[in-house]
């Protein structure tokens, strides 16, 4: 790697032998290197000097190393281990839907952009203010009346009260009712489906009498 640097200089009297100037550059492997910068004194005195600055090429050992796992993986490697694969290419035609959508959406866009605003006619905008009726400003002033009082209401106009805490006892009459409810309870829960006798049911369809029969021609 070989780069060269180039300054212009006004001064007539720069040294006329050519010198070398070590310059430390960072190189972006290897850290840094260095460079020579030399000065040419051009054949016309009256013209500017340049100066070139040569920067030196890396050695063979101060190149990055590759790690040895790597190097013998990747010199070993056999192409044949790999498997053939074929590449497929598929196309995806677009349905008959969608086609339907593409022109309608380009159509729709189409009109936006060609539409002419010549065509739109001018119009007034008018603002309309409705007054309520005498039902809403009869709704309204009672509500206004019932939050003033609310707001000016006195509290010094209250009677003291003291609050009594009765815990009325249940007669002989709520108990017994209470009692047969949970003796009933108790039954339906505690109940031997066992003590049940087995029976067998019976089904009976009586025919008519004859009296029910004339009553029924006779209707």
């Given at each position: 790697m070989t780069g060269v640097t180039q300054t212009r200089s006004s001064s007539a009297s720069a040294p006329k032998a050519i010198t070398n100037t070590p310059t430390p550059h960072r190189h972006p492997l290897l850290g840094s290197w260095t460079s020579h910068t030399l000065w040419i004194k051009n054949s016309r005195p009256e013209k500017e000097l340049c100066s070139a600055s040569i920067m030196s090429s890396p050695s063979l050992n101060e190149l990055p190393k590759v790690a040895v796992d790597l190097k013998s993986q990747l010199e070993g490697f056999n192409p044949s281990n790999m498997k053939h694969a074929v590449t497929q290419e598929k196309t995806v035609l677009p349905t008959a839907e969608d086609v339907k959508q593409e022109r309608q959406h380009n159509n729709l866009i189409q009109d936006v952009e060609n539409f002419s605003t010549d065509r739109l006619k001018r119009a007034a905008t008018q603002e309309k203010f409705v007054l309520p009726n005498a039902q809403d400003v009869a709704s309204e002033k009672t509500q206004k009346a019932l939050i003033e009082g609310v707001e000016a209401f006195d509290s010094s106009k209250l009677k003291p009260t003291e609050t009594q805490e009765k815990n009325l006892l249940p007669d002989k009459d709520a108990i017994e009712q209470e009692k047969g409810q949970?003796?009933?309870?108790?039954?339906?829960?505690?109940?031997?489906?066992?003590?049940?006798?087995?029976?067998?049911?019976?089904?009976?369809?009586?025919?008519?009498?004859?009296?029910?029969?004339a009553q029924e021609k006779g209707a």
């Open positions: 949970q003796q009933l309870i108790a039954g339906i829960e505690n109940f031997n489906p066992k003590s049940l006798k087995h029976t067998e049911t019976q089904e009976k369809n009586p025919l008519p009498t004859k009296e029910a029969i």
